[in-house]
């Protein structure tokens, strides 16, 4: 009953910029944790930032430095500027929204994903 729209995703040469974007919609009581992940044919779906709550964010290794990710609650948005792109960020970016249920429980909702193509 959640949908989670992403956007923002295209070509861009090393050293460009992207701004990604989901939003959500549908039966929305909360949500908690809001992530964006990426996957290629050569790697698992992996994570790339996550932010919670409460605005503490993570970053991966790979990304840190170059991009930043943000959340309007007021929209249930969550956003990935992606700086200084490296033709080895090429991939389907995905978001990921959680919804804490209680009693370490909770209910995930992914989007549809948007490639991103860093050229070199």
């Known amino acids: 009953q959640v949908q989670l729209v992403e956007s923002g995703g295209g070509l861009v040469q090393a050293g460009g910029s992207l701004r990604l974007s989901c939003a959500a919609s549908g039966s929305i009581f909360s949500i908690n944790d809001m992530g964006w992940y990426r996957q290629t044919p050569e790697k698992e779906r992996e994570l790339v930032a996550n932010?919670?709550?409460?605005?503490?964010?993570n970053y991966a290794d790979s990304v840190k430095g170059r991009f930043t990710i943000a959340r309007d609650n007021a929209k249930n948005t969550v956003y990935l500027q992606m700086n200084s792109l490296k033709p080895e960020d090429t991939a389907v970016y995905y978001c990921?929204?959680?919804?804490?249920?209680?009693?370490?429980?909770?209910?995930?909702?992914w989007g549809q994903g948007t490639q991103v193509t860093v050229s070199s």
């Open positions: 990921k929204v959680e919804r804490f249920l209680g009693g370490g429980y909770y209910v995930a909702y």
């Open positions: 932010i919670s709550s409460g605005g503490s964010a």
